[in-house]
């Protein structure tokens, strides 16, 4: 059953046509961020993320619930249409880590990271963040531990027919401002 304990910006008690999920423990400040189709963008990609949390009405047509800043808990975005173009992207920055992060294993080994695609599922809202209730898991997958990386790329979800593909591959940069470019690699 769906809960609205926390303020975010997804409707509520309604299905989400498709969503991402991401929960973690152990590790402070872990980052959601999804690569979307943008029609309205330069180069035509938005970063949906803690600093740009999007739109669920209009393009980018993704939006993030909430931002997660504690020692784990969990971020939804929820994407109301996929927008036609390149496979979106769902990946984890660990912004805890800064950039004393890069090369190490800490999201592979240590952060517990589970990463979810769910379609025509609710909202929940908690102390310890959003998750998804109900609805039709598409895709689960955690990092291979012992990778090292402060970007973990889970998954990526075909924009023509909304069929996910496991990544579950690592990256890293020095600024937030690189996650979009780790995430879009080919």
């Known amino acids: 059953m769906a809960q609205n304990d926390a303020l975010g910006a997804l409707p509520f008690g309604v299905a989400l046509p ?20 943008d029609p309205n ?11 740009n949390t ?3 009405t209009s393009a980018p047509f993704a939006l993030l619930d909430e931002d997660q800043t504690g020692l784990g808990g969990s971020e939804v975005v929820g994407i109301s249409a996929l927008t036609a173009g390149a496979p979106y992207r769902a990946g984890v920055y660990n912004f805890g880590a800064g950039t004393a992060g890069v090369g190490t294993t800490g999201l592979a080994n240590d952060a517990n990271i589970r990463m979810r695609y ?23 997958v955690s ?3 012992g990778q090292p990386g402060n970007v973990w790329v889970g998954l990526e979800i075909d924009a023509a027919t909304g069929t996910p593909r496991i990544l579950n591959r690592f ?3 020095d600024s937030t401002s690189g996650i979009a470019a780790i995430l879009d690699a080919p």
């Open 18 to 37: 498709f969503a991402i999920e991401m929960i973690w423990s152990n590790i402070a400040d872990v980052d959601l961020h999804v690569s979307v189709n």
């Open 41 to 51: 963008s330069s180069g035509g990609r938005t970063d949906i993320n803690y600093a």
């Open 54 to 56: 999007g739109s669920f």
């Open 118 to 140: 769910i379609t025509n599922g609710q909202i929940s809202r908690g102390p310890g963040g959003s998750t998804i209730v109900n609805g039709t898991v598409r895709a689960t």
């Open 143 to 145: 990092p291979t531990v």
């Open 171 to 173: 990256g890293n940069t």
